[in-house]
T-cell receptor, first 115, second 113 residues
């Protein structure tokens, strides 16, 4: 079974540019999550999709961040315009849901550097 | 506020010795507790979880963790460390009925030959 995949693995952009991150969850997982680790700090929750619907977006830092999951399969996270403080590692995770204990399986992450 | 604390930034242990990576939490209600490991240039890998039942949970790669409700702790342990266990370890908590994980800051485990 393929795991969670993320693209790109690394991205270096200049302040003010736009970057789009993609996440493909494990097949059959309705739940998809985005997290971010900034500057070696703790990993913080950004948002949670159930299929194509946003279940919880309480962790989104501001309106420069836009997440979509059209069709309930893969998800994109767009940062526009990027700021220096957006640098970090963006993780995507998926799960089958609370009924099965809700273990979240993570992808390898996208390392974003904003210069 | 809900939080997870990993008091040690780094733990050093000799190969073959037992290891402990500490985690304490502060949440209301009954938590679900998780340990994840991140090897260099890799994503987070699930190690084990506690939901309910036996306080000693066994997981992947010979790791186990003990849930202690009175001390609000969930320390990760292994009887005999391997050099290949060297990695970054994260403790996380999820409140019952929610999906959001709250992570600690991570502990770097270094196992020396």
């Amino acid at each position: 079974e393929a795991g969670v995949t993320q693209f790109p693995s690394h991205s270096v952009i200049e302040k003010g540019q736009t970057v789009t991150l993609r996440c493909d969850p494990i097949s059959g997982h309705d739940n998809l999550y985005w997290y971010r680790r900034v500057m070696g700090k703790e990993i913080k929750f950004l948002l949670h999709f159930v299929k194509e619907s946003k279940q919880d977006e309480s962790g989104m830092p501001n309106n420069r961040f836009l997440a979509e999951r059209t069709g309930g399969t893969y998800s994109t996270l767009k940062v526009q315009p990027a700021e220096l403080e957006d640098s970090g590692v963006y993780f995507c995770a998926s799960s089958q849901g609370l009924a099965t204990g809700g273990t979240q399986y993570f992808g390898p992450g996208t390392r974003l550097l904003v210069l | 506020a809900q939080s997870v604390a990993q008091p040690e930034d780094q733990v050093n242990v000799a190969e073959g010795n037992p290891l402990t990576v500490k985690c304490t939490y502060s949440v209301s209600g009954n938590p679900y507790l998780f340990w994840y490991v991140q090897y260099p240039n890799r994503g987070l890998q699930f190690l084990l979880k506690y939901i309910t039942g036996d306080n000693l949970v066994k997981g992947s790669y010979g790791f186990e963790a003990e849930f202690n409700k009175s001390q609000t702790s969930f320390h990760l342990k292994k009887p005999s460390a391997l050099v290949s266990d060297s990695a970054l370890y994260f403790c996380a908590v999820r409140l019952f009925g929610t999906d959001k994980l709250i992570f600690g800051t991570g502990t770097r485990l270094q196992v020396f030959p």
